[in-house]
C-alpha cells in the first residue's frame, strides 16, 4: 500500500470541509469546535481511504457503514439534557455531517462534498433567523396558577388566557384543601403573553403564579 498525491489532496480537501463547519460551531462556542470537527472529517475520509486499498473491491461500503455507527457515539456525548430543553442536538448533527462528507471525499465524490458543506453553512448560520422568527411568532410557555378554590378564577381562566388572543391546554390539574393549582399549556405570540401575565399578576384571586 503507497500513498499518491490524490490521497493527500483528499486528507486536504477534508480539513477545508470539516473547518468551514468547526469554525461556524467554535464560533457559536459550542462543544465540538474546530478541531474536533476537522479531525472527524479527516478520520472518515482516512476510514475510507483505508477500506479501498485494504479491501479492494470486496465491500467497501461496510467501513462507512462502521464510520455512521461510530460516529454516533461522539454525537451522543455532545448532547445534554437540561432543565427546561435538550441541548446539543445540532452539534452532533453536525458531527455526524462531518462523517458524512469525510466518507464522501475519500470516495472521490468531491463535488458532493463540497456540495453538502456549503448547504450545511448555509443551514447553520442562515436558519437560526427563522427560527428565532419562529420562536417569536409562538411563544410556549407553561403557566402554573394556585387560587382559591371558593373563587370563580379556575372556572374562567380558560377565557382569560384565550381572551389574549393565545392558545391553551391544561395539563396538571391539583386540588389541596382550600386551593386549586392548575398548570396550562399556552402558545401565541410574545405580546399575548405579555398582556396575560400582567393580568394574572394584577388579578388579587391569584394567590400563587409561576411561569
Not at 480539513?15 to 478541531?35: C, I, K, M, S
Not at 382569560?160 to 384543601?177: D, E, F, M, P, Y
Request: hydrophobic letters at 45%; one cysteine or more; charged letters at 15%.
Amino acid at each position: 500500500m503507497s500513498i499518491v498525491p490524490v490521497d493527500i489532496l483528499k486528507l486536504l480537501l477534508a480539513v477545508v470541509l470539516g473547518g468551514v463547519l468547526g469554525a461556524e460551531r467554535e464560533y457559536r462556542d459550542r462543544a465540538a469546535g474546530f478541531r474536533t470537527i476537522i479531525l472527524i472529517c479527516m478520520g472518515a475520509t482516512l476510514f475510507t481511504i483505508f477500506s479501498v486499498k485494504l479491501g479492494g473491491t470486496q465491500e467497501p461500503a461496510r467501513i462507512a457503514a462502521s464510520i455512521v455507527s461510530g460516529v454516533g457515539f461522539l454525537g451522543a456525548g455532545a448532547i445534554m439534557r437540561g432543565p427546561i430543553r435538550v441541548a446539543g442536538l445540532t452539534t452532533a448533527s453536525t458531527i455526524w455531517l462531518a462523517a458524512a462528507l469525510g466518507v464522501g471525499v475519500g470516495a472521490g465524490q468531491y463535488f458532493l462534498s463540497g456540495g453538502g458543506a456549503g448547504l450545511a453553512v448555509v443551514v447553520l448560520a442562515v436558519f437560526p433567523r427563522i427560527e428565532h422568527w419562529i420562536d417569536r411568532e409562538h411563544q410556549i410557555c407553561t403557566y402554573k396558577v394556585t387560587c382559591s378554590g371558593n373563587s370563580g378564577l379556575y372556572s374562567s381562566l380558560s377565557e382569560t388566557i384565550r381572551a389574549r388572543g393565545l392558545g391553551a391546554r391544561r395539563s396538571a390539574l391539583i386540588k389541596c384543601k382550600s386551593q386549586i393549582t392548575s398548570t396550562w399549556e399556552v402558545w401565541g405570540p410574545p405580546e399575548g403573553h405579555r398582556m396575560l401575565t400582567e393580568a394574572l399578576l394584577s388579578n388579587p384571586e391569584v394567590e400563587e403564579f409561576e411561569i
